[in-house]
């Protein structure tokens, strides 16, 4: 495999977490008697530019389907830092109703709801119908479309610049990165901005969070990676912020390169590339222990779950979340072992996570069953859900963690 950005030879391996489905293919009952295809999930690092990608077996039209499951206004967490992002961007940026926002992977509007409430002009782009069809239905345009060169040039076309695009959690799903970044330099403004946020590759490393690992991640980036493939499309990063979302992301600031706004010195930047090279990020050896530390935590949680059944003890999940999923399978933990997933979300209730095929259930089944444990799977909203479910310490019950490592709560 070549390198999806710079086309280098492929040889380093971060990790390998066997195989598995699609996260977010869930199974209803009609169809769990079908076979299910698993691919190859292996995580290699280029050591020309440092993009951490996995390798490709699937399409993204296999991914990101029109059933896909993610709604993300189910996350109380997120909706209150979606709508301080809006206030912020107003503010700094000086947003007005003459202004025109545009979101890539704009999901179910949870985002775009709040410019909108504020009358300013705006778009969405989503590819996935599911969530696309409950954007609408807040009243949202939305571009039903994967992001690329092509798109922003037919978007320019039609006079529809933009003087913030926000890109949120979908830089890391583009296949063809190169294509999908080059889009933003066409379609900003002159004096535009766009934002990007994504999981930061030091923290996953830090923290041991494999469970991020899934095919729709097709990169795990760094801001030493970012910042390259940038310049080559003609923008320039002039901010950076580091953020507590997602167990640890970047918020980059980019601009055209021919901007005469946003020339303050990037002092940020400077500072955040420094750390990384002090980190070791474009060295070799920063890779190697990752698969050892990913296999300890694995055995852990595995022991965990056998020894509490053998002792009695009920166990429930909690999240039907992509990151669950990849725990799940390289776990090889079937229904034996837990029995049901709670989950807000109505789309996902009665399906069956793939690969385990454990069945998702609405929140019920808690108050009925009365677990002991409680895994918590989507362990980056660990605090909402703990508050939500805080009943479950009135019958004794506890909250289980496994990333980065296995702890109660």
Not at 113 to 130: A, D, H
Not at 177 to 183: A, H, L, Q, W
Not at 207 to 213: G, P, R, V
Request: charged share 25%.
């Amino acid at each position: 495999m070549k390198c999806r950005y710079c086309k280098a030879d492929l040889r380093l391996v971060f990790v390998d977490l066997g195989s598995a489905p699609p996260s977010n293919a869930y199974f209803s009952r009609e169809r769990l008697m079908e076979p299910e295809i698993w691919y190859p999930l292996r995580v290699l690092v280029c050591t020309k530019c440092w993009l951490v990608q996995t390798e490709d077996f699937a399409s993204r039209e296999e991914l990101f389907s029109d059933e896909y499951a993610y709604f993300s206004s189910y996350s109380l967490t997120w909706q209150v830092h979606v709508k301080k992002y809006v206030e912020d961007m107003i503010e700094r940026f000086q947003l007005n109703k003459d202004s025109f926002v545009v979101e890539i992977a704009s999901n179910d509007g949870c985002l775009l709801s709040y410019v909108k409430q504020l009358q300013i002009p705006c778009l969405g782009i989503e590819p996935t119908r599911s969530t696309a069809s409950a954007a609408r239905q807040r009243g949202l345009e939305v571009i039903e479309s994967f992001f690329g060169l092509e798109l922003a040039q037919e978007l320019v076309s039609d006079g529809r610049e933009a003087d913030l695009i926000v890109a949120n959690n979908v830089l890391a799903h583009a296949p063809d990165i190169s294509n999908f970044v080059r889009g933003f330099s066409i379609l900003l403004k002159a004096n535009g901005v766009a934002t990007f946020e994504f999981p930061h590759i030091m923290q996953l490393v830090a923290h041991n969070q494999f469970d991020t690992i899934y095919h729709e991640h097709y990169s795990y980036l760094s801001l030493t990676a970012v910042k390259e493939i940038f310049d080559n499309a003609s923008l320039r990063v002039f901010d950076v912020e580091e953020l507590s979302t997602h167990g640890g992301s970047l918020r980059v600031y980019a601009c055209r390169k021919d901007s005469l706004h946003h020339n303050s010195e990037p002092k940020r930047v400077k500072e955040l590339l420094a750390a990384e090279q002090k980190a070791g990020i474009a060295t070799e050896s920063y890779y190697y222990a990752f698969q050892q530390k990913v296999n300890d935590l694995k055995d852990d949680f595995l022991t965990f779950l056998i020894s509490s059944k053998k002792n009695g003890r009920r166990i429930a999940a909690y999240g039907a979340a992509a990151k669950g999923n990849t725990l799940l399978n390289y776990a090889g933990i079937r229904p034996d072992l837990i029995p049901f997933v709670v989950d807000r979300n109505p789309a996902k209730q009665g399906k069956f996570l793939p690969g385990s095929r454990i069945p998702v259930v609405s929140e019920d089944l808690l108050h009925k069953e009365k677990p002991d444990y409680v895994i918590v799977l989507p362990w980056n909203i660990k605090e909402e859900i703990m508050n939500q479910l805080s009943y479950i310490r009135d019958w004794g019950g506890k909250f289980v963690t496994v990333v980065p490592e296995l702890r109660n709560w």
